[in-house]
């Protein structure tokens, strides 16, 4: 599995991650690390910021 968000390969547990909703309207489902994984590093910045969202969002949630 490749993940959708850094193009890396998914060693450990993924998600579901809908990518769909493009130009074609074609629903394009993937996988993506988990939102608590420090092996996702996207290389675009929006995306990096997004992940540091999303681990934030799980490190709060896990108390
Ligand atoms: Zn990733």
Excluded at 8 to 13: F, K, S, V
């Amino acid at each position: 599995m490749i993940c959708v968000d850094c193009d890396r390969a998914i060693l450990g547990p993924a998600v579901r991650a809908g990518v769909g909703e493009s130009m074609s309207g074609a629903r394009l489902d993937g996988y993506a690390h988990p939102p608590e994984s420090e092996e996702c590093q996207p290389k675009e910045h929006s995306k990096q910021a997004l992940r540091k969202a999303l681990r934030a969002q799980a490190a709060a949630g896990r108390r």
